[in-house]
């Protein structure tokens, strides 16, 4: 239940961003989700795609550092509380949080959200106890 993040380090200069995702794009790679932290010098972009291995690959082939990871993907209420809720249960199982970021794609009346932690399979098992929706990327594709 859990799918694959890439995470890509990007330089803080013009364009470089844009060449980034028209490679993706070229090489027939969608982005279903995305974040960017960035840093005086570089920015790191963390997104889901529909093909992890091949984009990972293709960024390094034309020069940037890719690497992959695995996270979360819990779909919850778009709603006063519904990441409150999450972030709770994580909480409640002593769970470390390393960051969030959100997708475009979900359903009416929810919201997805990718989720880092230190320790994803303890993290599954309790969002699922706790009835929430943990997706794989099969079930993202389907938004």
């Known amino acids: 239940m859990l799918v694959k993040q890439i ?41 889901i795609v529909d093909d992890p291995e091949k984009a990972a690959a293709v960024l390094k082939e034309h020069g940037f550092t890719a690497s992959t990871t695995r996270v979360l993907a819990v779909e919850l209420n778009d709603a006063p509380g519904g990441l409150a809720d999450i972030l709770e249960y994580l909480s409640e199982g002593e769970l470390d949080v390393e960051y969030v970021y959100s997708s475009v794609r979900s359903r009416p009346g929810k919201a997805l959200i990718l989720v880092k932690v230190d ?11 706790k009835g929430a929706s943990v997706l794989c990327w099969n079930d993202i594709k389907k938004l």
């Open 7 to 47: 995470s890509v380090f990007v330089e803080n200069t013009p364009g470089r961003l844009a060449t980034l995702t028209r490679t993706l794009a070229d090489h027939g790679i969608n982005i279903a989700a995305s974040s960017i932290a960035d840093t005086m010098d570089f920015g790191i972009l963390r997104c």
């Open 119 to 129: 320790d994803p399979e303890k993290a599954v098992d309790i969002l699922q106890k």
